[in-house]
């Protein structure tokens, strides 16, 4: 298994690490826009990557607000967490979703790696 965090998942590198049965994510909010709700855009994006890798993936998002505070106390920024966690089979497709609206979502899907190899191997 590999385990892809926030940014990295956007690395060439990823491309090393298909040779494993799935890879796991992390990802917050947009800090720099509050306004912005890149959810839908995040999750076509990770859907695009199990596409193109034929690897399922593990989109795991947590929810709530984080307050980030400057060095005398005041607020700098707030970020907030839209949760909706998935998981894709090897071809994008989303196969298990969380609300996202909850502390705690559960969420599972069992994966076939024979299956999985057996897909790539023919792309």
Request: aromatic letters at 8%; a negative charge.
């Amino acid at each position: 298994m590999s385990s892809l965090v926030v940014w990295v998942q956007f690395s060439p590198l990823t491309k090393c690490l298909r040779t494993s049965s799935f890879t796991l994510t992390a990802i917050g909010s947009e800090p720099q826009d509050p306004t912005l709700d890149s959810a839908d855009h995040w999750q076509r994006v990770m859907q695009g990557h199990a596409a193109s890798n034929m690897v399922p993936v593990i989109a795991s998002n947590r929810v709530g607000t984080e307050v980030l505070l400057n060095n005398d106390g005041t607020e700098k920024q707030r970020i907030t967490f839209y949760g909706r966690s998935f998981i894709t089979d090897e071809t994008g497709y989303i196969v298990a979703e969380a609300a996202g609206d909850t502390d705690v979502d559960i969420i599972s899907y069992e994966i076939d790696p024979e299956k999985n190899r057996a897909g790539r191997s023919a792309w």
